[in-house]
C-alpha cells in the first residue's frame, strides 16, 4: 500500500521518480452494469528532476525498493 512520504515512479515513465506528497480521491464517470463505479484513488508526486507535481492514478504508480 502506497502512502504519503513513499518514494515512487509511475509505471509509464520511470525516470520521473518522486514522492508522494498527498492521496486522494477522484469521481470516476464510468459506469458499470449495476451503478457507477467507486471513487477511484489518485496519488500527487512531487517529481525529484524539476520539483513539478503531478497526479496519477494509484494503479499507475509502483514503490521504489
Known amino acids: ?4 512520504g513513499d518514494r515512487v515512479y509511475p509505471i509509464f515513465a520511470m525516470d520521473m521518480a518522486g514522492v508522494v506528497v498527498e492521496i486522494k480521491e477522484a469521481e470516476t464517470t464510468t459506469w458499470m452494469v449495476g451503478g457507477a463505479m ?3 484513488l489518485v496519488a500527487v ?13 494509484y494503479s499507475e504508480v509502483m514503490q521504489e525498493s
Open 45 to 57: 508526486v512531487k517529481h525529484d528532476r524539476d520539483g513539478v507535481l503531478q497526479e496519477y492514478r
Open 1 to 4: 500500500m502506497i502512502k504519503v
Open 38 to 40: 467507486s471513487a477511484e
